[in-house]
């Protein structure tokens, strides 16, 4: 059967609408939840302190270093990396939300680092100039992006010969039942299907063993090699670990703030009875598992 030239010329832009409006989606999730994470800092920074400080030095992040920080939030890890780095080295902190950069902006300023810039950039598309940069860091960001071994081509090209990159994402389902559970829940009180957990722009999309060192070699990098790393989030009951999700965690907000009010409380009450298996004698810890991947172009 014969395609008229307009159907063809539809139907080759329909991916790019599609990625369009995921990305569109994404921005203003996130510039919701912005304010929420940057609030709850010092709970994330007791949380991912230890695995980001494994990511700056499997980076290779030191003294005078220029470091490129894509998808970097409100900025708690820009600010280690302006630490590490030092004054006579740089940080770049990009992010796709502006609500964010804005506020990674502001804290950088207020812990007196001069060594920080900032800008609103997609990670797939980094608008940087080439080998401009020492080291790449992406935390808890790439397992977002509709298309992540674009991003990672694009942290290649950012890097001198020789600079090396490290990303941080949640591993597979079993080791994160936390998140597991809570997305679960929310799409059975939303009225929707179960998701494929490698679906692309998901939480643990990138959790299948061995998935993103296949992503890494073909974005061109070498000496790939990947850690596990048990990362609990440890707070005095689940009542604060689901305060922190509520306000902060774009994906399960996504699902339960379009329900009303009501059919929301139920799914929340159901989330809170369910993670209150992981109570302990010493307060709620909440399995997490993380892969850090690094490698050198």
Not at 201 to 208: A, H, I, N, V
Request: a negative charge; one cysteine or more; charged letters at 20%.
């Amino acid at each position: 059967m014969k395609v008229s030239s307009d159907r063809k010329n539809e139907a080759s832009l329909a991916p790019a609408t599609d990625e369009l409006a995921f990305k569109s989606g994404m921005r203003m999730q996130w510039d919701e939840a912005a304010p929420g994470w940057n609030a709850h800092a010092p709970k994330i920074r007791a949380w991912l302190g230890p695995a980001t400080d494994a990511m700056l030095s499997m980076a290779g992040v030191a003294q005078g270093s220029r470091v490129l920080d894509i998808a970097a939030g409100t900025g708690d890890q820009t600010l280690a990396i302006a630490e590490r780095v030092g004054p006579q080295g740089s940080v770049l902190a990009s992010d796709l939300s502006p609500a964010a950069v804005a506020l990674a902006e502001d804290n950088a300023q207020a812990a007196g680092f001069a060594n920080v810039r900032v800008q609103v950039a997609d990670g797939e598309d980094l608008q940087v100039e080439a080998a401009s940069f020492d080291a790449a860091v992406c935390r808890l960001g790439l397992m977002f992006f509709p298309d992540p071994l674009r991003g990672l081509q694009e942290m290649h090209r950012a890097l001198r010969p020789g600079g090396g990159a490290c990303t941080m994402v949640f591993s597979s389902p079993q080791k994160n039942p936390c998140l597991t559970i809570m997305m679960s829940t929310a799409l059975k009180h939303a009225g929707l299907p179960p998701r494929d957990p490698e679906s692309p722009g998901g939480l643990l999309s990138l959790g299948r063993p061995g998935r993103i060192d296949e992503l890494f070699k073909a974005a061109g990098f070498r000496d790939v090699a990947t850690t596990e790393m048990y990362a609990p989030f440890q707070l005095p009951s689940v009542e604060g670990y689901l305060d922190f999700i509520r306000t902060s965690a774009s994906p399960i907000q996504q699902i339960l703030g379009r329900l009303a009010k009501e059919a929301a409380d139920a799914a929340w009450r159901e989330i809170q009875e369910r993670l209150s298996a992981f109570a302990t004698p010493q307060g709620w810890v909440g399995p997490n598992e993380l892969l850090l991947t690094a490698g050198r172009r």
